[in-house]
């Protein structure tokens, strides 16, 4: 599957962005989706993720975003969104989707190598 990003730019703190990830050669829904991040000097870490449906579409997300940030799927589109609300300087970063195959544990998808197919990233800059 191939996954091409987009959506990122220049926002306020306390602005919104949402970015989509957009899936080609395979169909979004059969797997587990997530969200990554790196910012300058900093290594690539764990956003938000949706599960397969097989896997009841459940989600996960890291407690820095917790009550700001949503994930989606729209599977006419195939594509999965991320909605960031209430944004902050420090969720600056080059945004990254990934789809993992939905045979993936739980665990293994809070990590960059749990993932098998990478967008490219898109960047997102908060400003102060």
């Known amino acids: 599957v191939q996954l091409q990003a987009s959506g990122g730019g220049l926002v306020q703190a306390g602005g919104s962005l949402r970015l989509s990830c957009k899936a080609s050669?395979?169909?979004?829904?059969?797997?587990?989706m997530g969200w990554f991040r790196q910012a300058p000097g900093r290594e690539r870490e764990f956003v938000i993720g949706?599960?397969?449906?097989?896997?009841?579409?459940?989600?996960h997300y890291a407690d820095s975003v917790k009550g700001r940030f949503t994930i989606s799927r729209d599977n006419a589109e195939n594509t999965v969104y991320l909605q960031m609300n209430s944004l902050k300087p420090e969720d600056t970063a080059v945004y990254y989707c990934?789809?993992?195959?939905?045979?993936?544990?739980?665990?293994?998808?809070?990590?960059?190598?749990?993932?098998?197919?990478w967008g490219q990233g898109t960047q997102v800059t908060v400003s102060s």
């Open positions: 990934a789809a993992a195959p939905m045979t993936a544990i739980l665990s293994t998808l809070y990590r960059p190598g749990g993932y098998d197919y």
């Open positions: 050669g395979g169909t979004s829904s059969n797997y587990n």
């Open positions: 949706i599960r397969s449906r097989s896997r009841g579409s459940t989600t």
